[in-house]
Structure formats: C-alpha cells, structure tokens
C-alpha cells in the first residue's frame, strides 16, 4: 500500500506564495501520475494540477500562470515527492488541498487511486 504525507499548507496573506510538497511511501510498484486537487468548504474536491511520471503537466485554468507543479522520481520508486508551488494567491485558492496519485500495487495490478490526508491552506484578505 502507498502512503501519501502532505505539508506546507498553513494562512497565507494575499499575493503571497505557498510550496506544498507531498512524500510518498510503502510498498507497492511504481506511482504514475500525482496531482493536487483542492476542496473548499461545500464544494466538491478540483483538481489543481497534475504531472505524469514523464513530466507531462496540466494545470486548472483558475491557476495558470501562478502554480508550478513538479516532482522527484526516486530510483525506488516507493519515495517519489511531489511538490505545487503557488505564488499570487488569492482568497479563492482557500482549502483543503490533497495529494492524489495513481498506483500500482504491483506490476500486474490496474491502477488504483490513493489521497492524503489533507492540507489547510487559508489565503487572508
């Protein structure tokens, strides 16, 4: 199984930047893609951004220019980290924000999907 830990999120004033970084671990084959995706309170969870193990990414219209999403592919595979930088923030980027990656648990198995445990990030006005 792959444990996923975030950190980084906390109260940011507006216009300021944030670096949220995400450590997996376990045991399992290899993680293909990792992404961000954000929940604001009564709304449903979006996603942010998004990096393929090759380093393809996409990111949410509402962050385009202001987030930078990348990653650490370690030789075992059971430590890569993701990370999201945000700069520019506005309130509206306020909420839980959650690491998700696609996994396989072993070379043979489909992929399965895995989320942290959350982090905070409160943009002030």
């Known amino acids: 199984q792959v444990q996923l830990v975030e950190s980084g999120g906390g109260l940011v004033q507006a216009g300021g930047s944030l670096r949220l970084s995400c450590a997996a671990s376990g045991t399992f084959f290899r993680i293909r893609d990792m992404g961000w995706y954000r929940q604001a309170p009564g709304k449903e969870r979006l996603m942010v951004a998004f990096i393929t193990r090759s380093g393809i990414v996409n990111y949410a219209d509402a962050v385009k220019g202001r987030a930078t999403i990348s990653r650490h592919n370690s030789e075992d595979t059971s430590k890569d980290i993701v990370y999201l930088e945000m700069n520019s923030l506005k309130p509206e980027d306020t909420g839980v924000y959650y690491c998700?990656?696609?996994?396989?648990?072993?070379?043979?198995?489909?992929?399965?999907?895995?989320w942290g445990q959350g982090t905070q990030v409160t943009v002030s006005s």
């Open positions: 998700g990656v696609d996994v396989l648990p072993t070379e043979w198995s489909t992929l399965q999907c895995a």
